[in-house]
């Protein structure tokens, strides 16, 4: 699972590798863009390889990460049961992290597009600690997460039905394609269908990726396609009353109208050429998406009356991405990477909101009216155009075996447009604002390591890194009316590390101590409007380590202790205002640990185990409502012969159901961990 102790980048994943067997030669790419041995980037950086991810069944976000250090990613949130709300650090924000998706960020200029990330086909994820690097601009605080893709005309080469509770089925298949002379491609494509143990919440999603190369000229051309149908009936997240959630209204209810939905189509395209020129190899990518979706739900009052406000949103987001870098050796000890890129995003809504819309009794026993039949109170739009752009240069140098040393500053331009208005149809006028903001700044981030020792594949090296980032305000894009463009959050981080390998390379490690201050948080105001008006403050230590008991045995184990508090924050309490420096951020707890087990041979039985504790935390900002720590097991029991192998599957084994993500759009209602399932997996590989 560490970095550097993975499978080769170009590698092939058949349907019975060997996970364990792996040593000190992995190469990743998040951190430099350009290929680095992981145990030579002075951050902290953890690789979930494609072999793994099919060994343990992980289709979605939560599974893929569950045992990367210091890391939740629980499914569901405001975004529907499709989506996740990672947490990197103790800060459990759905905007803070950057996804990014084979070079391209995943969601532009606006949030990440969880809903629409899928692992068929993957052949590693990159887990990167902190801010993200200078190459990618603006987008990330506190991690970046990277799913690449096995390059055009490689595959997994294997295909898998499922069938799972509540009336699930899957279905996957990754190919190669047989090449053209020097054209090269492959596909992945999957389905899936969802129940959960609410029965009215559902997922259906269809997704086709599309990878081909050639080489043109003296380089080579590449090109993605990829189509994504997602269908989301989501669930109600459930109100806090008081110190805890309310047990008036039972843990599956669902208060949404009888025709909620969370539908998006998105189509995206990426055109990449690289090529070697006299100064080094120079690298383009342009990369667009256009997501249509509509969105149509209801949310419960906070006073537990039944009483529910109802939206119905039809958004149009278009993502445009352009990047263009060149890598210059100076030297056979020192790369220079010197470039250019734009994100460009345009965002638009119209909201028809029902408030007070309809009333139903909290015990879920009856079924909420469709939402078009209810009367529109307020009707709302927004027009955004965003343009993030910058140019940046990155050094890394090796003066000998021993050092690396990166560096990079990058000069950003940000400029955003906004047109909004709302209409409250019983309180005329119209209220319509244009507002526009510019912002220019640098960005700058500077790492050392340092190998203390060496010794065949056993190693040591110490890291140490700098980095200051800042982000543009999220827009949520939620029913209320919110005109205004805020200024930048802004983090200073600080972060020293330990990794290496011992035992002739089967145990590898990583340790991390961090600090991060954030400045200028957008939070809720006694109005009720968004403003820069509190600060945070993150620190903490993470490990985890990984042992290759056999070449088809690995042990992995993680923990990580996190003290994330407010330093500045006066919060209006619905009367008063509340000083809330020094009190722990909601939903963030300060123990997370982790273990796994993993065997997977070529033939015969196989399993895994994983193991999650997640320990206390909050429900509130004034910390009145405390949760209490929980333990989450998912075990996987399969048996490989020739080209097939069965599977049978089990997630949150415990069956717990406690709060894991609070809704920004429901004041005081959170989302609960979904219930126990169970798998049966089949599956065939032709390689």
């Known amino acids: 699972m560490l970095g550097y102790a993975a499978c080769a980048v170009a590698g092939v994943a058949p349907l019975a590798p060997r996970v364990a067997a792996q040593g000190l030669e992995e190469i990743v790419v998040t951190a430099t863009r350009i290929p680095e041995p992981a145990d030579r980037v002075p951050a902290a950086i953890s690789v979930v390889t494609g072999r793994e991810l099919s060994a343990r069944g992980a289709t979605d976000m939560a599974t893929a990460l569950s045992l990367v250090s210091g890391v939740e990613a629980p499914a569901g949130g405001d975004a529907g049961p499709s989506s996740a709300v990672p947490s990197f650090w103790g800060l459990h924000e759905f905007d803070a992290f950057l996804l990014v998706v084979d070079g391209v960020p995943w969601g532009g200029a606006y949030n990440p597009a969880i809903t629409t990330l899928d692992f068929t086909g993957v052949e590693r994820v990159e887990v990167l600690k902190g801010a993200a690097p200078v190459m990618y601009g603006a987008t990330a605080f506190v991690g970046v997460v990277q799913a690449i893709h096995y390059p055009a005309g490689q595959a997994a080469d294997a295909a898998e039905v499922g069938f799972g509770s509540f009336g699930s089925v899957r279905g996957s298949a990754s190919v190669a394609l047989p090449a053209a002379g020097s054209y090269r491609q492959s596909l992945a494509i999957d389905g899936q269908k969802l129940g959960f143990s609410d029965a009215r919440e559902n997922v259906s999603n269809e997704h086709i990726l599309y990878r081909g190369a050639v080489d043109l000229g003296t380089g080579t051309l590449r090109i993605d396609a990829d189509v994504t149908r997602v269908r989301d009936v989501p669930p109600s997240p459930v109100l806090r009353a008081g110190a805890g959630l309310t047990a008036v209204s039972p843990i599956d209810a669902n208060f949404n109208p009888s025709d909620a939905r969370i539908d998006e189509d998105r189509y995206h395209v990426a055109i990449g050429y690289t090529r070697p020129t006299g100064w080094g190899t120079w690298d383009t990518l342009v990369s667009y998406a256009f997501s249509d979706v509509t969105d149509v739900r209801a949310f419960l009052h906070p006073d537990l009356s039944g009483t529910a406000d109802t939206q119905s949103q039809s958004r149009h987001i278009d993502d445009g991405y352009f990047d263009t870098h060149l890598v210059h050796k100076l030297g056979a000890d020192t790369a220079l990477i010197l470039g250019a890129d734009l994100l460009y995003g345009r965002g638009r809504q119209t909201g028809l909101n029902g408030n007070d819309g309809y009333t139903v009794p909290l015990d879920g026993s009856t079924l909420p009216p469709a939402a078009s039949t209810i009367p529109i109170t307020e009707i709302g739009t927004t027009d955004d155009h965003r343009v993030f752009a910058g140019e940046?240069?990155?050094?890394?140098?090796?003066?000998?075996?021993?050092?690396?040393?990166?560096?990079?500053?990058?000069?950003?331009?940000?400029?955003?447009?906004?047109?909004?208005?709302?209409?409250?149809?019983?309180?005329?006028?119209?209220?319509?604002?244009?507002?526009?903001?510019?912002?220019?700044?640098?960005?700058?981030?500077?790492?050392?390591?340092?190998?203390?020792?060496?010794?065949?594949?056993?190693?040591?090296?110490?890291?140490?890194?700098?980095?200051?980032?800042?982000?543009?305000?999220?827009?949520?894009?939620?029913?209320?009316?919110?005109?205004?463009?805020?200024?930048?959050?802004?983090?200073?981080?600080?972060?020293?590390?330990?990794?290496?390998?011992?035992?002739?390379?089967?145990?590898?490690?990583?340790?991390?101590?961090?600090?991060?201050?954030?400045?200028?948080?957008?939070?809720?105001?006694?109005?009720?409007?968004?403003?820069?008006?509190?600060?945070?403050?993150?620190?903490?230590?993470?490990?985890?380590?990984?042992?290759?008991?056999?070449?088809?045995?690995?042990?992995?184990?993680?923990?990580?202790?996190h003290d994330a508090s407010y330093t500045h924050y006066g919060l209006f309490d619905g009367s008063s205002i509340v000083d809330v420096a020094g009190r722990q951020l909601p939903l963030s707890p300060q123990l997370l640990a982790a273990a796994g087990l993993i065997l997977q041979p070529p033939r015969g039985l196989g399993a895994t185990v994983v193991g999650r504790y997640v320990g206390q935390r909050y429900l509130d900002e004034e910390n009145t409502a405390p949760v209490g720590g929980y333990f989450t097991l998912e075990a996987n029991l399969s048996y490989a012969w020739d080209r097939y192998r069965v599977t049978i599957q089990g997630t949150n084994l415990t069956n717990q159901r406690p709060p894991v993500t609070s809704s920004e759009f429901g004041s005081q209602s959170f989302y609960l961990l979904p219930a126990r399932t169970a798998w049966l997996r089949v599956g065939y590989s032709w390689r």
């Not at 208005?421 to 912002?439: E, F, G, Q």
């Open 392 to 561: 940046y240069v990155q050094i890394d140098w090796k003066p000998d075996d021993r050092w690396d040393v990166v560096a990079g500053v990058r000069l950003n331009e940000a400029y955003e447009r906004k047109a909004s208005s709302d209409l409250v149809l019983l309180l005329p006028p119209l209220d319509s604002r244009r507002v526009s903001k510019t912002m220019i700044r640098p960005t700058e981030t500077i790492g050392v390591s340092y190998r203390l020792a060496a010794s065949g594949k056993d190693e040591t090296v110490v890291f140490a890194d700098l980095r200051n980032a800042f982000k543009p305000a999220a827009i949520d894009f939620g029913p209320d009316f919110r005109p205004d463009l805020l200024s930048p959050e802004t983090t200073q981080s600080y972060e020293i590390g330990l990794k290496g390998a011992a035992a002739a390379g089967r145990l590898t490690y990583q340790a991390e101590l961090f600090l991060l201050d954030f400045s200028d948080l957008v939070v809720a105001t006694e109005s009720g409007s968004l403003a820069n008006a509190a600060s945070e403050r993150l620190k903490g230590i993470e490990a985890e380590g990984r042992i290759a008991v056999t070449p088809e045995l690995a042990v992995i184990a993680s923990a990580s202790y």
